[in-house]
Each structure stands twice: as structure tokens, then as C-alpha cells.
């Protein structure tokens, strides 16, 4: 922006050097009817009353102030303290300002305030400030007031604002304006014609610096500067709060906070700013005025408002135009309007902070050529605010040329053009080689078929974003852009109608066109790049609009992104079945058109990465408009029409590129999308049990089309054909999310008491309607009862655990129909087919950590060492039980011949210890005996199996032998179970106490058996007994333990007592009745 600011800054120079060649030249002042000294001090040389500026306030002011009098101000600080100064009803007046002029940064300015309008580092704003200074104290300030042809030159005015309120009684007893809200005003003008500001600088007044009430004739401001005005609300209130706003891109800006409320004291709203005009009751004069202003600077005012008196009605204009305001109620005449290269920076207001127009135009419009607008804060309108009420046709033209306009608070809302009224005539608004770096806002209020609220015109120029957004939004406008670029910025518009030539969108954060109720023309070479919208269309958004291509035209579609619709979205409502767009080539056919659509790498992240929704199958085009297309048809595939003017490179899968809203559900096979609406195969669950569906929702022609699913069911008859009583879904409830791709839909069954098949149909949320039009996917289903374990819950008719299940903390899944149990807990069905539970089971029966299994199918899971049945106390088929541990094994019949070696052994050990003496009565070989007797229960839990090595296996072994076990894990035959190896294991120490008992009764028939014994065969005995005492213990308790297992509770069942080694036998019946006995 420096370029423009130096062209303005160069314009000063010329013009004010121009001006003050002649005003500083102090050799001839016989023009000045008076001269102005600052100290008192005159020139010698000239015979014209010279005085202080109090001295002609102060002293006999009407003997001064006379018509044809011009008051010439030496350079100097001339002091003004006669509170409101008056000077009416006269003509010709001029103050003019002798000597040089400084040249000021608006940076200088900026250090005086409390507050930064962020003036940004390559931006260099300069304005003049002349020599001749009048400056007030005692809220000093000037009132003129009816008096033809009045000029203020080559002079600064600073610190001045006079108290206004009860001094301004206008034409009417009543007053035009309540100055109450504005209390202060430096320089008031009432009633004058032919005003002419030049070269002037107002600056740091109290309230406002400026205030023209019905500036009438041919006025014109050039060259001057307004400054920092409204000192009062700079000094007591802080308007900037910086704070970061961050974009959908992840990028951010600082955003500035306003403040609406002004300053106060008491009752009094001390507001202001630099320059307001405010027109009243125009009609009483005889020609329209003219206000022109060139080569001006609007900066750094705060908070401007003012109150109207309308008729009966008071309308408050609240904090507005504090840079510029232009006001005029709506039964004023037009005003002509025309600003060039000015300048409008860093002003504070509610809206229209730089500049701000309200105006009813004359028949020469309002022309803003070479403005420059920026950092103006405000809630809307920060850069430019135009209200019109237009009274007449064809005299509302607003023209901006060659301009630059931003703002720096809420970049949304930076330009603002409104028709508040309902009207007859159409304003029409000119932009053309302009840049705007927020958004421009057409508003009309008339809403009605007919109306032609605002008419724009823009070419050539650039619209910008200084923030996440910017470009146009229209509403109830007609738009012509030609030659436009929008980079980082939209289009947006509501019942407006859009006409786009020769322009590129890009880089937008929302839909490059965001349209609703509009019509859209396209023609000549139109490009959508880069634009990304979060859900509809990164290119085009049409909300019930519609879109028009008209020969010849070119439209390219580049990389736009948006979650449906990569490139284009429609949506329609209701039956409309037109085209969503329409061809206009009189000398084209489809087959060869002057109309060509481009779409290249587009993409969608759901669906339609080139076109997403409206009727894309059949449609009806209008084919009784002229022009028309030639191959123009009443009705077809509109997709037919789209690819045959259309080209497509890299949009992604094909199924994707163009879809519709979703218009039903199809079932997917392994190879294929089956939208056929007939049952598929019969597939049975429990209730509660969940099944998949794979699906898809898809839209017109099958093209892929993402959004919620929700079923409905039918009960089926016996027959399985026939359908009987259907279920209504509730929009209302939890539905499920489909996808680009086929993804199961999750149906949940429940129980029906009077048939146990049903037909579930699924359809898409957004089509659903109570006659089922859309259902494509449909699955049989056949709802059995609950599974063993599981009883039906009455309320949820879905099935739950067993109470006996409950009692244990046990959780279940319907899904699978699986337990999940702790360690060391049994569950399984017993072998009269009950559920049954059991808190212990055996040691090492079951595994010892956490566990989930089918209870029905698979409860030997929960069983270690391929172990299984009741307690897991069996093996499984073809295993048999070892001795020396619980696991099950491969056995064969051949291991029975294991008994002769072990009988041999038997003789061998009792030989021993009757030929050694090897018997209790030996101290040491009893305590060993009573040390292995002791530790040879807990055995297993010193050396645990995992962990032992070859010491630790023969001292295992070694206690086994020495409480006459056989310490090696073993079989005797094939199938050997726990009954049997019970058994078995008290075989071998039996037999050597049987062996003993008898050479003890045979040695009182046989000397020999006698002499063996040597007397000892007691002592061999005892030690006998004293060996397999743990043995036999352990033998006789595990043939004599039971326990109870715990069953559902269910009518005539008791719990049941099995034999703790194989729970699968029951006690007091069948084997269990020997254990009994």
C-alpha cells in the first residue's frame, strides 16, 4: 500500500506548495481586511488592524466581523479563550493563515495517544501542517452559522471544543439536532454555502473536530488533515484489546476488540470524532449541494455519534463516522458527493468508523476515486459505510475508482452498502480498479419479487482478506463482476442474482461462491482454484440456486476440497426436478458445445469430489428460453449432459467424483453392491446379539453418498415371504454413519414372542419416509433363544446371565456367547445338562489366570492339561490320567507290563531294609522319613514346575520315593481316568506293607523266614508305615472329598454333590455310590 500512499502524499505537496506560495509571501498584504499576531507584535510596514485573536473575540467582535472580511494569521500559537466564538449571518468570510507549513507522520500522532492503531511498518502517511496555529483552552471553539461563502485556509485548529449544547436553535423552535450526545464540537457550521477548507489541519479536539450542518452550494475540501479528534474518549477510554483469531486453516491474525459503550460523565455521552455533515430539511433551498473532497486525511478519531430529530420521530445514529460521516435524514433533498485521494486511517466507531455516508443521492451519485481506507475499527462498516434512501430514480449512483479499502477490526465486515428502506428505484453501485481487503457487504431491504434493491458493477479489481474472509455478500443485489480476482476471499450472496466473467477465485477458506435463492451466470474464462470448504462445496455452494453457463465459456475447477462436493454442491429442496444448471449456446450442440467445464484434482472427503447433490438423473431443462441450447431436450440424465461438456483429471475414484443426496441403501457382497431389495440368505442370532450388515448408501445413478442409516422391521410369516406387522423408526434415535466405502451396519435383535423371523430393512436418514420407498437392502432374520447360560431380560427382551452368574461377579457377551471368569472359577454345564458354577476348582485342574470361553461350546477351554467335563476332573477322549500329576496324556495298554519292574522293586526294598536294618528304630532315618513326610504336601509349591532345575527335579523325585510314591509321571493303560489312578496310587505302598505282613505271619511256621526277619520285621513295618503315611493319607482324602456345585435357580433343581477329583461323578449314584460305601 505504499505505492498508493505516496501518490497522495506527492498531490499534497503540489497543492499546498501552490497555496501557500501566495499566502506566505508577507511583502503585499493589502487583501487581508485584518491581521492576526500570535505575541501582540505587528509589522511596521502595513497600516491594517493587527490584534490578538482575543482582542477581535473579545472586543467588539461585531465592529470586526463584518461581511467581505478576511483575518490573515501569522505563523505562531495564537491562543484562543472566548469559549464559543459566533460568527453568523455574513457573507464572505475568510480565514487564511500566513507563513510555511511542517510535514507530519501520522506515526508522530500515533505516540500521542493511548491506544496503536497498528500503523504497519511500509506504510508512510504524511499530512501538512501550516505554521499559523490557533489553539484553545477554556473548551474555546467557533460557531458559524448562516453565512455564504466561508474558507478556512492554510490554518491548524488544535485542542479546541467548545460546549455546543445550548447554543444551536435552527429555523425551528424545536432543534434539528440534540447535541447532548455530543456536547463538544471544535469548529460547529450551520447554514453555509460555498464552504472552502484548504490546506487546514484540525487536530486533537474535544468532541468533534468538525461539525457542518446543511453545508450547502458548491463546497469543497482540499488538502486538509483531521487528526486525532474526540480527545476526551482518547484520554478516558482504551478501545484496542489485541487478540489472536485463528483461521479453519490453522493460521491466525490479531483481530482488535471493540468497545460500543463511549465515555460518560454523569448523564452526558461525550462522544465525537473528525468530521461529521449533517443534512436537514433540503428541500427549503432552490439547488442541491455539492460537497467534493480531495487530497484529505481522516485519522485516528474515536467514537462518533449524533441524534436526529425526524418529523415526529428521533432516530439515534450511535457511534458512527468518526473518520468521515456524511448524515442526511430521509426526507432531505440529494446531496452530490464526490471524494479523490483520500485518505481514511485508523478511526474508531461502532460502524463506519473511516467513512460513513447516509445520504439520499443527487443526480450527480456519489464518486469515491483514489481512496484509501484502513485499520478503521468497527463492529460493521469499518472501512466504508453507505447507507442510501434514495427519494428519486435514476440519481443513485455510488462510484468507487482506483481505491483501496480494509479494515482493521472484524475483517468480515469492512465495506458495508445498504438499502434499509423498501424502494422503487435501484441503486447502482461502480467499483472498478480497486483493491478491498474485506469483505463488501450489498444489503437491500426490499425482499419483494419485483424489487431491484442494489445494482453493482465491479471490474478489475482485487479483493484481498486480511483476516480468515473477506470478497462480497450480496442480499437481494444484482451483481456484474468482470475482471475480478478474489484470493483468500468469497463470493456471497441471498436472493441476489450473480453474473461472472473473466475471473479467478482462489484460495478460499469457505465455498468461492456461497449462494442462496441466487441465480449464477457464468461466461468467458472463469477459474475456481485451490478453495477449501469445510462440509459444502469448495468452489460453488447452491442453496436453491441455480447456475447458468452461457457461450462461449471456459470454467476450470482446480484442487477445491470440501467434504461433499469437492468442486460443486447443490442442494434442493422440495420437488423441484429442474436442471441445477442451465446452457446458453444458440449455435452449440452437446456434441459441439461452445461451453466447456474443466475439473482437475478436485477431491471431497466424503463424497462428490466434482458434484455433490440435487437431481442428477432425471431432470427437466428450460427449454423454452431464448437464447436456448440447441440440443436442448425436455428432460434427460443431466450427468449425460455434464460429461459431455465437461473434462476430468485426478478427482479419485470414479464411483465418487459425482454422487447426489443419499437416496438409498444398498447390501455389499464380496465383488459388488447388490441394490436389489429382495431378502438374502436367513442368518439366525440370539436377541441382544448383534449381526453385520455390509452397506453403502449411495445416491442418484449409485454414485457413492456417506450418511446416517436407520432400519425398520417387519414380522415375517411362517411362509417367509409374506410380511405381516412393521415397526416405524424414531428419528429421534442413535443412528449409524456410512462412509465412501462398504462398512457394516451394526442391527441388534430383539425378542418377539409371536414370530421369530423378521425382515429388517435399513434406508438412509435424510430420504426416510413411512412408506419405505428407498428401502434397497433388506436381510432376513431369525431371532432363537437364548443360548445356555443366558436367560432373556423381560424388559430389554435381549438376553443377559444367568443369576447364578450374577452371584459370582461373572460377565457375559450375547455377541459371541461368552463367560469371562476369574482364576480358579469353574462354570460348564454338568451331565444332566445344568448350568453350574463352582468358586474352587481342583489344584491344578484349571488354568490359573483370567479366562473368556463360550459355556455351551467350548467350556474345556477353561481346563489345564487338556483336561475336561465336570471340575474339569476328566481327560479329554483318547487321554489318559497320569500318575505322579493332573495331566492327561497318550497312553497305551502296554504300560500295564510296568508292574512287574515295580514288584520287583518292591521285594528289593523290603530286603533292604531287613538285611540293613534300615528301619525307624535308626535315629537318623526316622527324622528323614518325618522331614519328607512334613514337606512332602507343599512340594510343588517349593519347587514349582516352571522353574526347576535338574538338583531340583531329583530332590523332588527323592521325597516322592521316600513316601513311597513313584515320583515319575506314568500310565497304566489307555484310558486310564482319576478313578482308576486313585486307586493305583495306593497299589505300591499296599503291596510292600501285604509283603511284609506276611513274612511276619509266615516266620511263626517257617525258621528261614524267621531267621530272615532277625526280629526286626516289626521295626521293617513301622518304617513301612511310617514311608507311605502321606501317601496313604493323601489317597484316603481324595477318595472321600465332595462338594456342591452351584446351579441356576431353577424350580425342583438342587445343587448337586459331586466327587471333588472328577466332579463328573455324582455322589451316591453309579461310581460315586463305591466312593460312598
Known amino acids: 500500500m505504499s505505492v498508493i500512499l505516496f501518490i497522495h502524499v506527492s498531490a499534497f505537496y503540489i497543492l499546498v506548495s501552490g497555496s501557500l506560495g501566495w499566502a506566505s509571501n508577507q511583502g503585499s498584504l493589502s487583501w487581508c481586511s485584518y491581521i492576526v499576531t500570535p505575541n501582540g507584535t505587528c509589522l511596521n510596514s502595513t497600516s491594517i488592524p493587527c490584534h490578538t485573536i482575543d482582542f477581535y473575540t473579545q472586543t467588539e467582535p ?23 466564538f459566533t460568527i453568523e449571518n455574513l457573507s464572505d468570510i475568510t480565514f487564511i493563515g500566513l507563513g510555511s507549513y511542517v510535514q507530519r507522520s501520522l506515526e508522530e500522532k500515533v505516540d500521542e495517544f493511548h491506544f496503536s492503531p497498528n500503523i504497519e511498518n511500509d506504510t508512510i502517511i504524511t499530512f501538512l501542517e501550516p505554521t499559523a496555529i490557533i489553539q484553545c483552552t477554556n473548551s474555546s471553539g467557533f460557531l458559524f452559522s448562516n453565512i455564504i461563502n466561508l474558507s478556512l485556509i492554510n490554518l491548524t485548529i488544535a485542542n479546541c471544543g467548545a460546549d455546543v449544547t445550548n447554543t444551536l436553535q435552527v429555523h425551528e423552535a424545536n432543534p434539528i439536532i440534540d447535541m447532548k450526545p455530543c456536547h463538544y464540537v471544535a469548529i460547529l457550521m450551520v447554514n453555509i454555502t460555498n464552504l472552502v477548507i484548504e490546506t487546514t489541519s484540525i487536530q486533537n479536539s474535544t468532541g468533534y473536530g468538525l461539525m457542518g450542518i446543511n453545508i450547502l452550494g458548491q463546497s469543497q475540501m482540499n488538502g486538509s488533515s483531521f487528526v486525532g479528534n474526540n480527545q476526551f474518549v482518547k484520554d478516558n477510554l482504551q478501545l484496542y484489546s489485541p487478540a489472536a483469531t485463528y483461521c479453519n486453516d490453522g493460521s491466525n491474525y490479531i483481530a482488535r476488540s471493540f468497545y460500543v459503550n463511549s465515555a460518560t460523565s454523569g448523564n452526558n455521552v461525550y462522544a465525537g470524532g473528525n468530521a461529521v455533515f449533517v443534512y436537514y430539511q433540503l428541500s427549503n433551498y432552490s439547488a442541491e449541494p455539492v460537497l467534493k473532497i480531495s487530497f484529505c486525511l481522516f485519522a485516528l478519531g474515536i467514537d462518533g455519534s449524533i441524534g436526529l430529530q425526524n418529523g415526529n420521530t428521533f432516530s439515534i445514529f450511535n457511534s458512527m463516522g468518526t473518520g468521515l460521516g456524511i448524515l442526511m435524514p430521509q426526507n432531505a433533498y440529494g446531496i452530490s458527493i464526490i471524494i479523490t485521494n483520500t485518505i481514511a486511517y485508523g478511526n474508531q466507531a461502532f460502524r463506519g468508523a473511516n467513512l460513513n455516508l447516509l445520504v439520499n443521492p443527487a443526480s450527480g451519485g456519489i464518486m469515491l476515486s483514489g481512496v484509501y481506507s484502513a485499520r478503521g475499527v468497527s463492529w460493521i462498516g469499518g472501512g466504508l459505510y453507505i447507507s442510501i434512501n434514495p427519494l428519486l430514480p435514476d440519481q ?59 445494482s453493482a458493477t465491479i471490474n478489475n479489481t482485487l479483493f484481498g482478506a486480511t483476516g480468515c474472509s473477506g470478497g462480497i455478500g450480496a442480499f437481494y443485489a444484482s451483481l456484474k463482476l468482470s475482471n ?65 453457463v452461457t457461450a462461449p465459456a471456459n470454467i476450470m475447477f482446480v484442487n477445491n476440497v470440501a467434504s461433499y462436493g469437492g468442486a460443486m454442491n447443490v442442494y434442493t429442496k422440495g420437488d423441484d426436478r429442474n436442471c441445477i444448471f442451465h446452457l446458453i449456446d444458440p449455435n452449440g450442440t452437446l456434441e459441439s458445445p461452445g461451453i466447456h467445464l474443466s475439473f482437475e484434482s478436485n477431491g471431497a472427503d466424503e463424497a462428490g469430489s466434482v458434484l455433490y447433490g440435487g437431481d442428477i438423473d432425471l431432470c427437466y431443462y428450460n427449454c423454452t428460453s431464448t437464447p436456448k441450447y440447441a440440443g436442448c431436450v425436455s428432460s434427460g440424465y443431466m450427468v449425460t449432459v455434464f460429461n459431455k461438456i465437461g473434462t476430468y483429471s485426478n478427482n479419485g475414484n470414479t464411483s465418487l467424483m459425482i454422487s447426489s443426496d443419499p437416496r438409498s441403501v444398498c447390501c455389499c457382497t464380496n ?27 449411495v445416491g442418484q445413478l449409485l454414485g457413492a453418498s456417506p450418511d446416517t442409516v436407520l432400519s425398520y422391521t417387519c414380522n415375517v410369516g411362517s411362509d417367509e415371504y409374506h410380511l405381516l406387522t412393521c415397526t416405524v423408526p424414531s428419528l429421534n434415535d442413535q443412528f449409524q454413519q456410512t462412509r465412501q466405502y462398504c462398512t457394516n451396519y451394526s442391527y441388534t435383535a430383539v425378542w418377539n414372542n409371536q414370530v421369530n423371523t423378521t425382515q429388517v430393512f435399513l434406508v438412509p436418514k ?78 491344578d485342574y484349571c488354568i490359573a489366570t483370567d479366562i473368556s470361553f463360550a459355556v455351551l461350546d467350548d467350556q474345556d477351554a477353561q481346563c489345564a492339561h487338556d483336561r475336561s467335563g465336570v471340575l474339569c476332573g476328566r481327560c479329554k477322549p483318547h487321554l489318559s490320567a497320569m500318575l505322579g500329576s493332573a495331566q492327561c496324556k497318550l497312553c497305551n495298554d502296554n504300560y500295564v507290563w510296568l508292574l512287574i519292574p515295580i514288584s520287583i522293586m518292591g521285594v528289593v526294598m523290603v530286603a533292604f531294609l531287613f538285611l540293613l536294618n534300615c528301619t525307624v528304630s535308626v535315629g537318623t532315618l526316622n527324622g528323614l522319613i518325618l522331614y519328607t513326610n512334613i514337606i512332602r504336601p507343599g512340594v510343588v509349591n517349593l519347587l514349582p514346575t516352571t522353574s526347576q532345575n535338574g538338583i531340583e527335579k531329583f530332590l523332588i523325585v527323592f521325597v516322592d520315593w521316600m513316601n513311597l510314591d513313584l515320583g515319575i509321571e506314568t500310565c497304566f493303560y489307555d484310558g486310564m481316568d482319576t478313578y482308576a489312578k486313585t486307586w493305583l496310587e495306593l497299589l505300591f505302598p499296599v503291596y510292600l506293607l501285604a509283603m511284609v505282613a506276611a513274612i511276619i505271619i509266615g516266620s511263626r511256621w517257617s525258621s528261614k523266614l524267621a531267621w530272615i526277619s532277625k526280629r526286626n520285621a516289626v521295626a521293617v513295618l513301622a518304617t513301612l508305615v511310617l514311608l507311605s503315611y502321606t501317601t496313604l493319607l493323601r489317597s484316603v482324602l481324595t477318595i472321600f472329598s465332595y462338594t456342591h456345585l452351584d446351579v441356576a435357580i431353577e424350580p425342583n433343581i438342587h445343587n448337586p454333590t459331586v466327587w471333588l477329583a472328577d466332579g463328573n461323578i455324582l455322589i451316591g449314584t453309579g461310581t460315586g455310590l463305591g466312593y460312598t460305601l
Request: charged share 10%; net charge negative.
Open 62 to 84: 461585531r465592529a470586526y466581523f463584518q461581511s467581505n472580511s478576511t483575518f490573515c494569521f501569522m505563523s505562531g500559537i495564537h491562543v484562543l479563550h472566548a469559549g464559543t
Open 484 to 548: 475480478c480476482t478474489f484470493s483468500r476471499t468469497n463470493l456471497y450472496a441471498s436472493q441476489s442474482y450473480a453474473e461472472i466473467e473473466d475471473s479467478t477465485f482462489e484460495n478460499s477458506l469457505f465455498s468461492a461462491n456461497d449462494l442462496y435463492y441466487t441465480h449464477l451466470l457464468l461466461k468467458g474464462n472463469v477459474s475456481y482454484v485451490n478453495n477449501k470448504a469445510t462440509v459444502h462445496g469448495g468452489a460453488q455452494y447452491l442453496y436453491n440456486s441455480d447456475l447458468t
Open 671 to 697: 465383488t459388488s453392491i447388490d441394490c436389489n431389495a429382495a431378502p438374502g440368505p436367513i442368518k439366525t442370532v440370539y436377541p441382544g446379539q448383534a449381526i453385520n450388515i455390509p452397506v453403502i448408501t
Open 396 to 454: 443513485n449512483t455510488i462510484t468507487l475508482l482506483n481505491s483501496a479499502l480494509s479494515t482493521d477490526y472484524n475483517p468480515d465486515s469492512g465495506i458495508y452498502i445498504i438499502v434499509p428502506n423498501q424502494i422503487t428505484a435501484s441503486v447502482m453501485v461502480q467499483i472498478e480498479h480497486s483493491t478491498l481487503s474485506s469483505n463488501l457487504v450489498l444489503l437491500s431491504a426490499d425482499t419483494g419479487i419485483s424489487a431491484t434493491g442494489i
Open 766 to 843: 435424510s430420504a426416510y419416509t413411512e412408506s419405505y420407498t428407498y428401502a434397497s437392502c433388506a436381510t432376513l432374520v431369525r431371532v432363537l433363544p437364548c443360548p445356555f447360560g443366558f436367560v432373556l431380560n423381560q424388559s430389554s427382551q435381549m438376553c443377559t446371565c444367568s443369576s447364578v452368574l450374577l452371584k459370582y461377579n461373572i460377565q457375559c457377551d450375547i455377541g459371541d456367547q461368552r463367560v469371562f471368569i476369574t482364576a480358579n472359577i469353574w462354570v460348564g454345564n454338568t451331565s444332566n445338562g445344568i448350568l453350574a458354577v463352582h468358586k474352587h476348582c481342583p489344584y
